[in-house]
């Protein structure tokens, strides 16, 4: 079992209202992933950081924001939420080294945005 | 534009078949393969992965198949059990970097 943790797990919350996702890992891991998933859709990456200090947009462009001050922390910022942002938002972590590279994920937030 | 493309979108198979799950990509610079299973309310977890210097890799009952002239690559799942039930995502990387997911196949298998 991964230890990488997403709260919270649900979340319903009004337009308009800024919300923060957290992410921490503990498995001292400098990659750190966001993916944004839609049932029946793959796995969007909105943001990633290659370590303290560094992060970076992905592929699907997103209203969110990220920051990365500690090595185990990846939050994710909504400044304002929109009905658009429902979606589940996973979050993942990987090492740099090795052969195998094994992202290791976390269970999720769902968010629904009224 | 989607990199990695699955298919099917969703298989039934009865409990002690065989469940094969496609994907197709077109970057040739990708040079690892995963196999992610995701249960529902968990986050995916890596099953399986190939690199393309062979043509298939076998952990149990499941195995990757790759066709590296085809830009293809499979999952076959041996002797489906209820317990296999879940969706599972192909995915390509290059250089350990910039993991491209396909859309998901939910597998059901019946008993």
């Known amino acids: 079992e991964a230890d990488i943790y997403q709260t919270p797990r649900y979340l319903v919350i009004g337009t308009g209202k800024k919300i923060t996702l957290e992410c921490s890992q503990t498995?001292?891991?400098?990659?750190m992933y966001w993916y944004q998933q839609d049932p029946g859709m793959e796995l969007h990456l909105i943001h990633y950081s290659y370590g303290v200090n560094s992060t970076e947009k992905g592929d699907l462009s997103s209203e969110s924001t990220v920051s990365r001050i500690r090595t185990e922390h990846f939050p994710l910022t909504l400044e304002s939420a929109r009905p658009s942002h429902t979606s589940q938002y996973l979050c993942?972590?990987?090492?740099?080294?090795?052969?195998?590279?094994?992202?290791?994920f976390g269970p999720g937030t769902r968010l629904t945005v009224t | 534009q989607q990199q990695v493309k699955q298919s099917p979108q969703s298989l039934i198979v009865q409990k002690g078949g065989i469940s094969i799950i496609n994907c197709a990509y077109e970057?040739?610079?990708?040079?690892?393969f995963p196999w992610y299973q995701q249960f529902p309310g968990k986050g995916p977890a890596l099953l399986i992965a190939?690199?393309?210097?062979?043509s298939e890799k076998k952990e149990g009952r499941f195995t990757i198949s790759f066709n590296k002239s085809a830009k293809q690559f499979s999952l076959h799942i041996m002797d489906s059990q209820p317990g296999d039930s879940a969706t599972y995502f192909c995915?390509?990387?290059?250089?350990?970097?910039?993991?491209?997911f396909g859309a998901g196949t939910r597998l059901t298998v019946k008993p």
């Open positions: 995915a390509a990387s290059i250089r350990n970097n910039d993991m491209r």
């Open positions: 993942a972590s990987s090492t740099s080294d090795g052969l195998v590279v094994e992202q290791y």
């Open positions: 970057n040739t610079a990708f040079d690892y």
């Open positions: 498995m001292g891991h400098d990659k």
């Open positions: 190939i690199r393309p210097d062979v």
